[in-house]
């Protein structure tokens, strides 16, 4: 099992930076698959980014190529989400998940969640 919780989300200006952290506890999280997800209000739920559990393979939202990037330290128990050039449309809850499997953008195929952190882009 896996336990999330997410840290950096903050209030930023367009154009700005930010890092969210996810730090995980659990006997098994080097074998999971980490996502991020985004969540604005009235809207469902969306893919941001995801990374196998080697690092090995990386999968991007098209909406963040080029501007985030998700690294993970398995040996920190931790996964990160560099937002640059961040824009009001990015604003929203950011999740990480885990699942015991390949990366994948479907948030009903992750197993595990943190509780979020609230991230507000202002123009």
């Known amino acids: 099992q896996v336990q999330l919780v997410e840290s950096g989300g903050g209030l930023v200006q367009a154009g700005g930076s930010l890092r969210l952290s996810c730090v995980a506890s659990g006997r098994a999280f080097r074998s999971y698959a980490m996502g991020w997800f985004r969540q604005a209000p009235g809207k469902e739920r969306e893919f941001v980014a995801a990374?196998?559990?080697?690092?090995?393979?990386?999968y991007n939202a098209n909406s963040v190529k080029g501007r985030f990037t998700i690294s993970r330290d398995n040996a920190k128990n931790t996964v990160w989400l560099q937002m640059n050039s961040l824009r009001p449309e990015d604003t929203a809850v950011y999740y990480c998940?885990?699942?015991?499997?390949?990366?994948?953008?479907?948030?009903?195929?992750?197993?595990?969640w943190g509780q979020g952190t609230q991230v507000t882009v202002s123009s």
């Open positions: 990374i196998s559990w080697s690092g090995g393979n990386i």
């Open positions: 998940a885990a699942r015991s499997g390949s990366v994948i953008s479907n948030p009903s195929l992750y197993n595990y």
